[in-house]
């Protein structure tokens, strides 16, 4: 059974702070990786993609790979009450549907 | 937006009634899928299409429906349903199946 993991938090941080989120995955064939942004009541909404290994930047998000230790964390720099939401790890794999973590929770005190 | 649309986007149903939920992908994509979420847990993958051919089938039960008439139009039939069948019902579509998906907004369905 292949697995994408997640805690589920919450992770508390404050204003400005850096937020660290993880993700473990189980399928070593896994190529494509994604961070989604889900909202209280509201669907997923895509916000980094990542396929190779290393570090990737937009704006205050930073998705970071490790295939050989087979983990993707997302980093939020300066983060901002707006932030708080629930933030889903999906992990492909080749010819079906992604898997989608549980997801962590993020609250950001101002 | 994300190109994804769904109707109804709230809907209120008792238990012997039958309604539909309909998904609509404007992205020319190949795959779509059901989801459930109920409060405050996590995404449950209900169906999924390719090529409207359903794929997947995770163990849902029949008073679920789905019918895939085109790779741009996505239905969830639903009959006789349980209280415990209330929750945000979330469609999404995908280039291919194992691509990034797009959610739409989702239908909340309470069931009395």
């Known amino acids: 059974q292949k697995e994408v993991e997640q805690n589920s938090g919450p992770l508390s941080v404050p204003e400005g702070a850096i937020a660290s989120l993880n993700c473990t995955y189980s399928d070593r064939g896994s190529q494509s990786f994604f961070w989604y942004r889900q909202y209280s009541g509201k669907s997923p909404e895509l916000i980094m993609s990542i396929y190779s290994n290393g570090d990737k930047e937009d704006g205050r998000f930073t998705a970071q790979l490790n295939k050989a230790s087979q983990y993707v964390s997302l980093l939020i720099r300066d983060s901002q009450p707006s932030d708080s939401a629930t933030y889903l790890c999906a992990v492909n794999q080749a010819g079906t549907a992604l898997i989608f973590g549980k997801g962590t929770t993020l609250s950001v005190s101002s | 937006e994300t190109g994804v649309t769904q109707t109804p986007r709230h809907l209120v149903m008792g238990m012997t009634n039958k309604k539909s939920l309909k998904c609509e992908q404007h992205?020319?994509?190949?795959?779509m899928y059901w989801y459930k979420q109920s409060a405050k847990k996590p995404l449950e993958l209900m169906f999924v299409y390719n090529f409207k051919e359903q794929t997947e089938n995770n163990s849902v039960p029949s008073r679920f429906s789905p019918e895939c008439p085109n790779s741009s139009h996505l239905f969830l039939h639903l009959h006789t349903l349980q209280p415990e069948d209330s929750a945000l019902y979330l469609c999404a579509s995908s280039q291919e199946l194992d691509r990034e998906q797009y959610f739409g907004p989702g239908t909340r369905l309470t069931v009395t």
């Open positions: 992205l020319g994509h190949n795959a």
